[in-house]
């Protein structure tokens, strides 16, 4: 047998690659958008990609099997009931898939959606414990899927819970526990609350420390998994219903068009969002007035997705060199509306001042004096479970992911009002304040440091504070 983990850390995603050496024949599951990786790796070791399992319609990001099928052939499939408007296999539960000694079973197990199932890896088929279980998004590591995402269109999330309390209690633990679990998303994902930064365990593993394998009820389990959830990112909906859809490959060996600094100018007037990819630091010392600022070295695709219209035309900044990675991490969630991306930036904004911005970044030290004149706003854009640990008196707590829905919220503000933004390291703060000056706020700054720099600052004084680093900046 060939196994192969993909793991993506800048979406927490893992895909595979499963082979039988002996037939050639082989599976590509949970595939990402840019394939070329999967068609590589099979075509150095002598397999055929013949079938494309999809665990569920993910919502996360835009699935790469109509790119996969386009470039080798290979059937799409799916659990029975999930319904696809390309042509799709279904898989029943029980049902064996044999690649030659190989052997894949299918196990349907809703509850993080309706269609979702867990794929069980038998190595030999006659092997009494199978070499591992692909768990897509129902059982993770140290967690489970949220059963949340689909209320929306009209499946509720009790409904959903109770399916996947019988999926994982009766369906993956009836597993032996020598079972190896492979997930399809780990530590950062925003499809559970608190999944580990392992890659792969074992069902007996699982079974002992995972909190939600634990003995319990149907209706204690449904209470517990619902506990405490974040918001879902606001591109979840769009990536779900999408991946159900025929929709445009994405070319991953291109890069977008190249633009001079005019040609951005008119596209930016013409409404298409600027989006500067270099860190804060870079993107501080100068910018094109009024552009948003998502570092590629972070999540960067999932918090484009969470702020920005996925309709809107996006015109990148970056380093030279990074522009189709940047390109092709949008499409990753199906945000194809690259139209180009600035050429040399640097020499472009150095001889144009007119067009070019700079952002304010604070230290603890400023802030300081800035409240106790009394003349700032605070906006702490840290998570709810964050917030809860901890925060500067007086700040408005807007999590970053519901900035952009809540500006018209804060148009009760003064824009003309000094206004600083703080998170727990930088990332996020830069974000926010960006969005904000390109709504019209004129006096924007960002915490150096975050909120763990004011703390540690306030502990030297004589007070003390719990923190936590939920920032996913990496």
Not at 55 to 69: K, N, P, Q, R, W
Not at 188 to 195: D, I
Not at 313 to 322: A, F, K, R, Y
Not at 430 to 455: C, H, K, N, T
Request: proline content about 4%; glycine content about 10%.
């Amino acid at each position: 047998m060939i196994f192969h983990q993909y793991y993506l850390d800048c979406l927490s995603q893992a895909s595979y690659l499963v082979g039988d050496e002996s037939t050639g024949r082989a599976v590509v599951v949970d595939p990402r958008r840019d394939v070329a990786g999967y068609v590589e790796d099979a075509a150095e070791v002598g397999l055929r990609i013949e079938l494309i399992i999809e665990t569920h319609f993910h919502a996360d990001f835009l699935s790469g099997h109509l790119e996969l099928s386009s470039a080798t052939g290979a059937t799409i499939a799916y659990g029975e009931a999930a319904e696809t408007e390309f042509p799709s296999r279904k898989l029943a539960d029980g049902e064996q898939i044999s690649l030659g000694d190989v052997t894949l079973v299918i196990r349907a197990t809703p509850g993080h959606t309706p269609e979702s199932i867990s794929i069980v890896v038998y190595e030999h088929a006659d092997d009494e414990i199978p070499y591992g279980v692909l768990t897509g998004d129902t059982l993770f590591i140290g967690d489970v899927g949220r059963p949340d995402l689909l209320s929306a269109v009209g499946v509720t999330a009790d409904e959903l819970a109770r399916e996947l309390y019988d999926s994982v209690h009766t369906k993956l633990l009836s597993l032996p526990d020598a079972t190896r679990v492979f997930p399809a998303h780990g530590a950062g994902s925003a499809c559970g609350k608190q999944l580990s930064t392992e890659t792969v365990s074992t069902v007996g593993e699982q079974r002992a420390t995972n909190y939600a394998l634990a003995p319990m009820t149907a209706d204690e389990f449904v209470n517990i998994v619902a506990e405490g959830l974040n918001a879902a990112p606001a591109y979840f909906a769009y990536d779900a219903s999408l991946n159900r859809k025929r929709h445009r490959l994405l070319d991953e060996s291109h890069p977008p068009a190249r633009l001079e600094l005019d040609e951005v100018l008119v596209l930016q007037d013409q409404g298409a969002t600027v989006l500067d990819t270099r860190d804060a630091i870079d993107f501080a010392a100068g910018h094109v007035r009024g552009s948003v600022n998502i570092a590629i070295d972070g999540r960067y695709a999932e918090w484009t997705g969470s702020l920005l219209d996925p309709d809107g035309g996006i015109v990148l900044v970056g380093h030279p060199g990074t522009e189709l990675e940047a390109k092709n991490r949008l499409g990753r969630i199906g945000f194809d509306r690259v139209l180009g991306y600035l050429a040399d930036p640097e020499r472009a904004l150095a001889g144009r001042p007119e067009v070019v911005a700079r952002a304010s970044r604070l230290t603890v030290d400023d802030l300081a004096e800035r409240i106790q004149s009394g003349d700032v706003v605070l906006i702490d854009v840290r998570s709810p479970g964050e917030v809860r640990l901890g925060t500067i008196p007086g700040s408005l707590a807007i999590p970053l992911g519901q900035l952009s829905a809540e500006l018209d919220a804060l148009d009760a503000l003064d824009r003309e009002r000094p206004t600083v933004v703080y998170c727990a390291s930088g990332y996020r703060s830069s974000i926010a304040a960006s969005l904000l000056r390109a709504a019209g706020f004129e006096d924007v700054s960002d915490l150096l440091g975050g909120y763990p720099a004011w703390s540690s600052r306030a502990g030297s004084r004589g007070r003390t504070s719990v923190i936590v680093d939920d920032e996913r900046s990496v």
